[in-house]
């Protein structure tokens, strides 16, 4: 029942993913959520670390769509300077955000990937498409939203029924 929360991969920062390994794979596109995945919930803009990145991650020839749940005015902000498409108020995991940002990728879901910190809403959405997801430890959890910290409460219930049935293990990928 809870299997489609479990990401092929968890990382602890998006700086751990290995983009050779994903290049040799076939994947050509990253879609990615936004706060507590590449920057904190009340970071603004990119830090240099994570420009240096995504600069490394076009250099491989990657196209990148940040995908949001939050309002047209935080994700513009971010995503303007990097010259990233964007889609903001999603409605993750809804199917039609992730069809919309293939569209944008102009990829199918065999050369796509999801990035994200939430299961319910980045994993559970991507999963549901066919994409190859990974989940990234949560940059700044202390600056998340009402309804981000119900789904980590929901989270850790799911994680402990996963556990309970030997499905996940801390560090385990599927």
Excluded at 28 to 43: K, M, Q, S, Y
Excluded at 90 to 95: D, F, T
Aim: charged content about 25%.
């Amino acid at each position: 029942m809870f299997e489609r929360l479990l990401p092929h991969l968890r990382v602890n920062s998006v700086y751990e993913i290995q983009l050779d390994e994903l290049y040799k794979k076939g994947v050509r596109g990253i879609i990615t959520d936004l706060d507590n995945t590449l920057v904190g919930a009340r970071e603004p803009l990119a830090t240099p670390q994570l420009t240096k990145w995504l600069d490394e991650v076009r250099d491989f020839g990657f196209k990148v769509v940040i995908v949001s749940n939050n309002n047209k005015t935080r994700v513009s902000k971010f995503a303007d300077p990097l010259g990233i498409p964007f889609i903001h108020a999603a409605r993750k995991p809804a199917n039609k955000s992730f069809n919309k940002a293939l569209s944008v990728l102009g990829l199918p879901v065999e050369q796509t990937v999801v990035l994200g910190d939430q299961m319910l809403t980045d994993v559970l959405g991507g999963n549901r498409m066919g994409l190859y997801t990974i989940l990234v430890t949560p940059i700044a959890p202390a600056d998340e939203g009402i309804m981000t910290r119900v789904n980590r409460r929901i989270e850790r219930f799911v994680l402990s029924r996963l556990r309970k049935k030997g499905t996940w293990y801390e560090g385990e990928t599927k």
